[in-house]
């Protein structure tokens, strides 16, 4: 982390939630998780606000736990959820499933059988995570993560597990496969595993 940068061309990144500074070669802030910006972007400034007047504290710490997963700064004033306006897109795809959870598709046949098999699935997910928050270069919890957030990509709601819980797994879940996919930092893949983790652990 640093404290400034030279003039001309921003030689910083910012945490746009607590507005640490850090090098260009960190992406992820450390102590909130959210992707840093330059603030010398035109436009960094700019946000805009939800009135969330009726959600619950529940679906606020929901909302919140899903921004984070998609690397999103965000602040509540009051009932209100601001967000940078670049972010806008993202957001209300998260708003809209916590607020619509029975929008999510669930397929059709055998909700039982199905659950037995989402049940595997958030464990695979939930060891494998653990294991990178502490080893993230261990390869048989990436290929294990690789496959089943592949898997829980194509799998119905499973039954009796709330929609918007479920799509926030999908996202930390995604979140963590695509770092892998990219060979990300260690310290990034590290942030999205834990997260992921905490996710599933009320879960298994």
Known sequence: MTEGGAGGESAVL?????????????????????????????????????????????????????????????????DELVVAEADADVVEEVLDVIDNPDSLPIEDGDETEGDDGAAELLSVLYVASDVLVNDPDNSAAVVELLEAAESAAS????????????????????????LLGEGSREEDVVVAARRLRDTLRPLV
């Open 155 to 178: 799998a119905s709601l499973p039954y009796g597990l709330d929609g918007a819980v479920w799509a926030e797994v999908l996202r930390d879940s995604e979140a963590v496969a695509d």
């Open 14 to 78: 910012a945490c746009p939630r607590c507005a640490a500074t850090y090098l260009p070669t960190v992406t992820i802030c450390a102590d909130c998780g959210v992707v840093l910006r330059d603030p010398s972007e035109p436009g960094a400034e700019d946000e805009v606000a939800y009135e969330l007047e009726d959600w619950t504290p529940e679906q606020r710490r929901t909302a919140g736990r899903q921004l984070d997963a998609e690397g999103v700064a965000w602040r509540f004033e009051g």
